[in-house]
């Protein structure tokens, strides 16, 4: 069956109250970046096995275990985009699968190139706004992004498309050999082009045409509900289609309202409030034997909540948690 996730920050690790609040409250395990882990961004983007014993050993003194571990995409800028470091950086991510299977981490996130490599002064596409009583969740407003011409130094996407390639099979080949999976969340938003600069990782094509170069069964996908829905494709079609290929590796379980098709924008929402019966979403899990975690993704604050957003945590647990039990008790007896 199914597990529970959470992401953390690299701040978790100085509260151990709150990494103790996980685990009461029923998370199974976490997900983190990878700079959680000290000398991670001095060295340019590779861990180290002091530096991950002792964030394991931390975790593990509040009950928790890695479940997936995020290399930074701006760790890869010269291995996208061609530039001086790209062997050096492919390498790093090579040391990080290394690395993660010495300490039994079942998942390396690796995400492809996004504009911001290109430009980090892009504008905002996101406002906050009052949800249901007052609680302030993210908007996405597209429609002036999707319609900015080329950007004069955006890359080509073949290109892009054949420096992924080279940079995925490496670091699979490695995580291969040492029984890790490689999940790529894909671009987000999902779509061809952003603010004048190219998204290749946008569709269920474009991942079927990664796992076709790159045929590993260590490639694999980060599964997050909220993206593929925004891009207007039938979630549950992939969800099969993914999940008869074994590609299904993490899952985000976020909601949204609106597509970006039809509403050239959309709305992250507490997850009982958004298009999706997300009780229908994780029985299609179910059908196709997904037994990673699913994990509510992005914290936002209901307006009694902390800074740690402790309350919307333990609310998004709860509704995850009652929801995995009602499969157990429906379709499994």
Not at 56 to 75: M, T
Request: net charge negative.
């Amino acid at each position: 069956m199914m597990r529970i996730g959470t992401r953390i920050s690299p701040d978790w690790l100085d509260r151990s109250e709150d990494l103790r609040f996980l685990t009461q409250i029923g998370v199974d395990a976490v997900d983190i970046t990878m700079d959680i882990v000290p000398g991670y961004l001095e060295s340019g983007g590779a861990v180290t096995r002091d530096g991950m014993k002792m964030v394991v050993e931390k975790l593990g003194e509040a009950g928790q275990v890695i479940e997936r571990a995020n290399c930074l995409s701006g760790q890869f800028h010269d291995a996208y985009l061609g530039g001086p470091n790209a062997e050096q950086q492919t390498r790093n991510a090579c040391i990080n699968a290394e690395i993660c299977a010495e300490f039994d981490i079942p998942v390396l996130g690796v995400q492809p190139y996004a504009p911001g490599l290109s430009n980090p002064n892009l504008p905002s596409i996101i406002e906050y706004v009052e949800g249901r009583g007052g609680y302030k969740h993210a908007k996405f407003d597209l429609e002036e992004a999707l319609a900015t011409p080329r950007a004069a130094d955006a890359p080509d996407e073949e290109d892009l498309w054949e420096r992924h390639i080279k940079h995925y099979t490496a670091i699979c080949e490695v995580a291969e050999q040492g029984g890790v999976k490689v999940a790529t969340h894909g671009n987000d938003p999902p779509v061809p082009m952003l603010n004048g600069y190219p998204g290749i990782i946008n569709s269920f094509e474009s991942f079927d045409r990664l796992f076709s170069e790159v045929p590993s069964p260590s490639n694999g996908i980060t599964f997050c509900v909220g993206t593929r829905y925004e891009s207007g494709q039938n979630i549950f079609e992939g969800i099969k289609h993914f999940g008869e290929q074994n590609r299904l590796f993490h899952v985000h379980f976020r909601n949204v309202v609106g597509t970006i098709p039809e509403n050239k924008g959309y709305m992250e929402v507490i997850p009982d409030a958004g298009d999706l019966n997300m009780y229908e979403v994780a029985k299609a899990l179910y059908d196709v034997n997904y037994e990673g975690c699913i994990d509510y993704d992005h914290i936002m604050r209901l307006t009694t909540d902390g800074p740690a957003g402790r309350e919307y945590i333990a609310y998004c647990v709860g509704h995850m948690r009652g929801i995995i039990q009602s499969l157990e008790a429906t379709v499994t007896n």
